[in-house]
C-alpha cells in the first residue's frame, strides 16, 4: 500500500522555523516526484514545492522562495520542508503528495496524499 506520512508541524512565532518530514512508502521513488501544498482556512489548496528522485526541485510560490528549502533523505524515501523567516500567512496544514513524472503544482495531478500536519505562525 502507498503511505505518506507527513509530521513536523506546530506553533511558531513570526521569524521562526519549522521543518516538515513527509515519510513515503509502497511506490517507486526514482519515477515518483513529491510535492508539499498547504491549505489555509478558507483558501484553496495551493503548490509550495515539488522535488524529484534526482534532487532537482522547483517552487510554486514566489513567496516561499528564498525562505523555504526542499529536501530529500539520503534513503530517497523521506522529503523534507525546511520553512524559515515563516511569516503570519504561512499558517496552513501542510500536505504531501506523489505522482509519477514530474512536478505540478496542481493538486489534482498526484496520485498519493498523506494527512496533513498544521502548522501556525503566530505571536
Known amino acids: 500500500d502507498v503511505q505518506l506520512q507527513a509530521s513536523g508541524g506546530g506553533l511558531v512565532q513570526p521569524g521562526g522555523s519549522l521543518r516538515l518530514s513527509c515519510a513515503a512508502s509502497?511506490?517507486?521513488?526514482?519515477?515518483?516526484?513529491l510535492g508539499w501544498f498547504r491549505q489555509a482556512p478558507g483558501k484553496e489548496r495551493e503548490g509550495v514545492s515539488c522535488?524529484?528522485?534526482?534532487?532537482?526541485?522547483?517552487f510554486f510560490r514566489d513567496s516561499v522562495t528564498g525562505r523555504f528549502t526542499i529536501s530529500r533523505g539520503s534513503a530517497k524515501n523521506t522529503v523534507y520542508l525546511q520553512m524559515n523567516s515563516l511569516k503570519s500567512e504561512d499558517t496552513a496544514v501542510y500536505y504531501c503528495a506523489a505522482r509519477a513524472g514530474g512536478c505540478s503544482a496542481y493538486g489534482s495531478s498526484y496520485d498519493y496524499w498523506g494527512q496533513g500536519t498544521q502548522v501556525t505562525v503566530s505571536s
Open positions: 509502497g511506490f517507486t521513488f526514482d519515477d515518483h516526484v
Open positions: 522535488i524529484n528522485g534526482y534532487g532537482f526541485s522547483t
